[in-house]
């Protein structure tokens, strides 16, 4: 099931950020899930670094620069929520929200942060 999910998602996602330098930051607490968005992502070129927390994260974007963040909510230490307020409070980098959380709130403060209203999760 996740390598057919993964691959509708995915599918043309490096033609599509082809003029980028295509570096993107995972952050999620879940290796699992990480290790699933790496394999998919760098099949299209991609450039991936890894954060399984939020301060580590925040850390990896002030001294390095992404041309897109993908982000769970849940994380041990600063969670995603606050990661994005902070993420958009040093630019514009693009941040997709991924999460095991479904509910309306959750997709409303995420996009109060600053990442767009995208219903995509992970199924558990």
């Given at each position: 099931?996740?390598?057919?999910?993964?691959?509708?998602?995915?599918?043309g996602v490096g033609e599509r950020m082809a003029s980028l330098q295509n570096k993107i930051l995972i952050v999620d607490d879940e290796e699992r899930i990480r290790h699933i968005?790496?394999?998919?992502?760098?099949?299209?070129?991609f450039s991936?670094?890894?954060?399984?927390e939020g301060f580590?994260?925040?850390?990896?974007?002030?001294?390095?620069?992404?041309?897109?963040?993908?982000?769970?909510?849940m994380l041990p230490g600063l969670d995603g929520i606050e990661l994005c307020l902070r993420l958009r409070e040093m630019g514009t980098?693009?941040?997709i929200i991924v999460s095991a959380r479904g509910e309306q709130t959750e997709r409303l403060r995420g996009f109060e942060a600053g990442a767009p209203p995208i219903p995509f999760r992970f199924p558990a």
């Open positions: 099931m996740a390598g057919k999910l993964g691959h509708q998602i995915f599918e968005l790496r394999i998919y992502l760098e099949k299209e070129g991936i670094e890894e954060a399984g580590i994260a925040l850390q990896k974007a002030e001294l390095s620069s992404y041309d897109l963040i993908i982000l769970d909510l980098t693009p941040i």
